[in-house]
C-alpha cells in the first residue's frame, strides 16, 4: 500500500503506465455487494467513451444512476480540430443516448485538457469552438482542465478556460498533475483565486493524502480518484473521509481506457461500511456532494435520475441504435460459451 510521501511523489499522470503496487485485499465484491444494495451513486469523473456496453450494465447493476464524463486526452495526439469537433459532440450527443439506454443519466464537462494545451496552434483553434459546447445540455462545467506537466503553454490555456467558466457560470473541474502534485495543485487553487472565481465552484480532483487538508482548508471541493495501481486505493479513500469527514468530499473512478474499475464507487461504499462509516457519511461522498457541486450549473435536476430512468432499446440516435443485427431490446446477455 502506497502511503509514503516518496511513493505519492512519484505518481505518475492517469494517462501512464505505472510500476506501483498498491493495495490488495481479499474481500470479494460479489460477497459483499449486498451491503450496499439500494443505495443510489454518481459517479461525477469517467470516461464512458473508453468502456463497453457490459460496464454500462455493471454500473447500474450497482446502483450509478448518473454520471459525468469530462474531455480528456484519448490516449494519442490529436491531429487537427475536427477530432475535437467530434469528441465533443459526441460527448453531448451519441454517448449520452449510450448511458440512456443502459438507465444511467449522463452528463458531461467541456475543455481543453492540459497535456494537448500544450500544442499551441492547435490549442488556438479548440479555444475557439469551447463556447459552441459549454452552453448545450448536459454541459456541468468546464474541465477537466489544470496542469500536467505544469508548462507555460499549460497555464495559459488554464487561465482562458477559467475565464470561459466565468462568461459561462459553469464549475471547474480541475485535473492536479502526477508529478510534483502538491506544487501543482497550490499553483491550480492560487490562479483560480486569482481570477476571482468562488472556490465552491472549483471541483479540484484527484487529491491524494498530501493535499487534500489544504484544498479544504481553502474552500475547495475536493475530489478523488480510486485507481487499480496508482492514484488513490479505497483504502486510503477510507482513512480520508475518517480523518477529515464528508464535507466537500466526493469519491470518483476516472475509469478511461486504461486500466481502471468503473465499479470504483461502489466498491469503496462497501469498504467504507465494513470499517463503520454511516451511511449518510458514505451518500454524502459518493453521491450527494458531487451533485451539489456540479448542480451549480443549472444542469442537473435529480428528479431525472433518482428513481432510475426509463430504458427504451428501440430508441434511435440520428438514426443508429445500441442494437446490433436485428438483436432485440432487452435482451440479457448469458455467461455460456456459446454466443446465439
Not at 465494513?274 to 428528479?303: C, H, M, P, W
Amino acid at each position: 500500500m502506497c502511503q509514503n510521501h516518496k511513493e505519492l511523489e512519484q505518481n505518475p499522470s492517469h494517462f501512464e503506465e505505472s510500476e506501483e503496487v498498491v493495495a490488495h485485499t481479499d474481500l470479494s465484491w460479489e460477497s459483499h455487494r449486498d451491503l450496499i444494495r439500494g443505495m443510489r451513486f454518481f459517479d461525477p469523473h469517467i470516461h464512458m467513451v473508453s468502456r463497453t456496453t457490459d460496464d454500462y450494465e455493471a454500473m447500474r447493476d450497482a446502483g450509478i444512476v448518473a454520471l459525468i464524463e469530462p474531455a480528456f486526452w484519448v490516449g494519442q495526439p490529436r491531429t487537427g480540430l475536427s477530432t475535437f469537433k467530434d469528441y465533443f459532440s459526441s460527448l453531448v450527443g451519441w454517448e449520452r443516448f449510450r448511458s440512456s439506454q443502459f438507465g444511467i443519466k449522463h452528463y458531461c464537462t467541456i475543455g481543453l485538457n492540459s497535456r494537448e494545451a500544450n500544442n499551441e496552434p492547435l490549442a488556438e483553434q479548440v479555444m475557439e469552438i469551447l463556447p459552441l459546447y459549454l452552453y448545450k445540455e448536459g454541459v456541468v462545467g468546464v474541465g477537466e482542465i489544470g496542469f500536467d506537466d505544469q508548462t507555460a503553454a499549460e497555464e495559459k490555456y488554464y487561465r482562458l478556460q477559467l475565464e470561459l467558466a466565468k462568461k459561462a457560470k459553469l464549475p471547474v473541474q480541475i485535473h492536479t498533475p502526477h508529478r510534483d502534485k502538491k506544487r501543482g495543485t497550490e499553483r491550480s487553487m492560487a490562479i483560480a483565486l486569482e481570477h476571482g472565481i468562488d472556490p465552491s465552484w472549483v471541483i479540484v480532483d484527484h487529491n491524494n493524502e498530501e493535499t487534500v487538508k489544504s484544498v479544504l482548508d481553502q474552500g475547495f471541493w475536493a475530489a478523488f480518484t480510486i485507481y487499480p495501481f496508482t492514484k488513490m486505493s479505497n483504502e486510503r479513500m477510507v482513512k480520508i473521509v475518517e480523518q477529515y469527514g464528508p464535507e466537500r468530499i466526493m469519491v470518483n473512478s476516472a475509469a478511461d481506457w486504461g486500466i481502471s474499475d468503473p465499479l470504483a464507487i461502489p466498491k469503496t461504499a462497501v469498504l467504507m461500511k465494513l470499517n463503520g462509516i454511516s451511511d449518510e457519511a458514505i451518500r454524502l461522498v459518493t453521491y450527494q456532494n458531487a451533485i451539489d457541486a456540479f448542480a451549480k450549473s443549472g444542469q442537473i435536476d435529480v428528479s431525472d435520475f433518482e428513481n432510475g430512468l426509463t430504458i427504451d432499446q428501440s430508441q434511435k440516435f440520428n438514426g443508429n441504435t445500441i442494437l446490433r443485427g436485428g438483436q432485440e431490446p432487452g435482451a440479457k446477455k448469458t455467461n455460456t460459451l456459446i454466443i446465439k
